[in-house]
């Protein structure tokens, strides 16, 4: 290998080798960055294993229509059943303005 000399003679210094090692090197911080990055913002998180989440089939991509099924006839209430007294009053319509968080200032006034 003959060294290469500048317009004064002197000879021209060759850092090809080192310039390749900081190429490299930076690829590799730049590629280590984005994995870190996209960890952090959870772009990799499909391609772990689940941890303690359970699979929730009604949000699946294949997943029935809601309404679509019913469910079973032992778990269906009777429409049709008489509703005993003590829970009338529980099922009754509310025919006044309701007390107590959900009061407000305005349904105070409007009553007095």
Request: net charge negative.
């Amino acid at each position: 290998m003959v060294q290469a000399r500048d317009s004064h003679g002197r000879f021209k210094a060759d850092h090809s080798a080192r310039n390749t090692a900081i190429g490299v090197a930076a690829g590799f911080g730049a590629l280590a960055a984005g994995v870190a990055a996209a960890f952090r913002f959870g772009l990799l998180d499909r391609l772990l294993p689940a941890g303690g989440e359970h699979a929730a089939p009604d949000l699946a991509l294949d997943a029935a229509p809601a309404g679509t099924n019913r469910a079973p006839d032992a778990f269906r209430p009777d429409p049709t059943a008489p509703v005993p007294a003590s829970e009338r009053e529980g099922l009754r319509p509310a025919t006044t303005v309701a007390t107590g968080f959900t009061e407000d200032r305005t349904t105070e006034a409007l009553l007095n």
